[in-house]
């Protein structure tokens, strides 16, 4: 008999999914039981995906469902998918182990850890920020990647809500001679409790529903911005350390990256 320990009140109820495929998912996981209780739990929801723990015979694995009768969340699940999929041999992300392009969910690797943005301090910032730099890096590094020419002043403009931006004005200088030559398959999302920390202290990225072709350097961009807010009064702190880190992975210009 399946549970389901509901932990978060918002988004479809996870239970209905359960019911229609939960026998399928447990003979996924272990395929020469059939009378055994599966528990599962509510991780995280949204309007447009469900992750859930499932625990079956000691094997753990997180599916995430989408709710892909809506166009949107179709998306995102295709995204999701070719993400792990194109990373599966980087190490950096958690094993895609089966998925459903039908029924719209994808079982992956159970982390055994914590997520970054629950864990980070004052204490372990310089040493956290160079170890995340370092995983922005080898994600670039192992991430599709196409061919192009621009520069970061141009990009930027590309977003509205930069337009009256009083950084991106006085910097145009800088942004304009920033080229760029290539677009990589980014993470496009830089909250630090989508990096996970596993026991023996690895770094792995989850939910890669927004992932799409960016500049290289853009996940460093946006992962900056998530930090300087948590740690405002550590600025330099954390940007020389994230930095660091990246160009330790990549080769890329410290100093360029740094005034960016």
């Given at each position: 008999m399946n549970s389901v320990e509901e932990k978060i009140e918002t988004g479809p109820d996870p239970k209905d999914f359960v019911s229609l495929h939960g026998g399928s998912i447990a003979?996924?996981?272990?395929p020469d039981l059939t009378d055994n209780?599966?528990?599962?739990?509510?991780?995280?929801?949204?309007?447009?995906?469900?992750?859930?723990?499932?625990?079956?015979?000691?094997?753990?694995?997180?599916?995430?469902?989408?709710?892909?009768?809506?166009?949107?969340?179709?998306?995102?699940?295709?995204?999701?998918?070719?993400?792990?999929r194109v990373h599966a041999q980087s190490g950096l992300v958690p094993t895609l182990e089966f998925f459903s392009d039908e029924a719209g969910f994808l079982a992956v690797e159970h982390i055994d850890g914590e997520n970054v943005r629950d864990v980070i301090d004052q204490q372990s910032l310089d040493y956290m920020c160079f170890a995340i730099g370092k995983w922005l890096g080898k994600f670039a590094n192992a991430?599709?990647?196409k061919q192009v020419s621009g520069n970061w002043e141009q990009y930027l403009h590309n977003y509205a809500e930069l337009n009256n931006s009083l950084s991106v004005s006085s910097s145009s200088d800088f942004l304009r001679e920033f080229t760029y030559d290539k677009v990589v398959l980014s993470k496009n999302d830089g909250a630090l409790s989508n990096l996970m920390i596993a026991r023996d202290g690895k770094l792995f990225g989850v939910d890669f529903e927004n992932s799409q072709f960016k500049p290289f350097g853009w996940d460093l961009l946006l992962t900056a911005r998530a930090l300087v807010r948590l740690f405002p009064s550590e600025t330099s702190l954390c940007i020389a350390e994230l930095v660091n880190g990246f160009c330790k992975a990549t080769g890329?210009?410290?100093e360029k990256y740094r005034t960016f």
């Open positions: 003979k996924k996981l272990v209780h599966m528990s599962v739990s509510v991780l995280a929801r949204s309007s447009l995906s469900t992750t859930l723990k499932f625990s079956y015979a000691g094997v753990v694995r997180v599916v995430k469902h989408f709710h892909v009768d809506d166009r949107k969340a179709r998306a995102c699940y295709l995204r999701e998918r070719d993400a792990l991430a599709p990647s890329a210009n410290s």
